[in-house]
């Protein structure tokens, strides 16, 4: 009898600690949702930006154009980064799998990147420029794919429908037998410019 009760409040406890757990996760999903919206929407913002940007490299390569006009300026569409910035530490606070932190720092990074790609095509154009561009963006389609798959897998909603059965791995081959984090890695070195903080009043 004794042990009969010592079980059943052992399994009582551990019980109540799944239940806790559970309460816990619930109540911080509606929170990371959100994060991971917010940090989805500004990726988009960028990726508008950035296009904006390269077909401004591409008219003044292929046309001599350097000057915008008023009505260009107006319609270009603003960068996103510090909107990234602030929806990746949210993300930091609030994930419960590195998976989708480590997506999202990737995605930020091949941003940076990405700027350094175009302002070098801008300031001393050279025959790689829209090889490291070409790279660039199947980087992050790739790194993009990986955060959606992280945040779903995180809020429990499984693959999106129609998606490929082994959704988002895709088979590409790399130079070197590099993976996707060493290839990144080894065309950010090959990049000439490079994005200093800026300065602060210290």
Known sequence: MILGVLLKMGYDALAARHATKKEGLERFASERREAYERFYESVKKQLEADKALHALVEARRK????????EEKERFPPSAMAELGAALEQ???LARGYSVIRSAEAIVRLFLDMTRCLRA?????GPSDEITWF??????EERI??????????????R????????????REFPF?????QSEAFLRAHIPI???PKATSD
């Not at 001599?64 to 006009?69: A, D, F, N, R, S």
């Not at 037998?177 to 984090?181: G, R, Y």
């Open 160 to 171: 999106p429908v129609g998606a490929p059965k082994k959704w988002p791995i895709v088979h």
């Open 135 to 140: 790279l660039l963006q199947r980087f992050l």
């Open 91 to 93: 993300i930091r606070r």
């Open 194 to 196: 490079k994005i200093l």
């Open 63 to 70: 046309e001599g154009k350097t000057e915008m006009t008023d």
């Open 121 to 125: 095509a801008l300031e001393d154009p």
């Open 145 to 158: 794919d990986e955060f959606i798959h992280g945040y779903r897998e995180d809020l429990g909603l499984g």
């Open 177 to 181: 037998n590099f993976n996707l984090a």
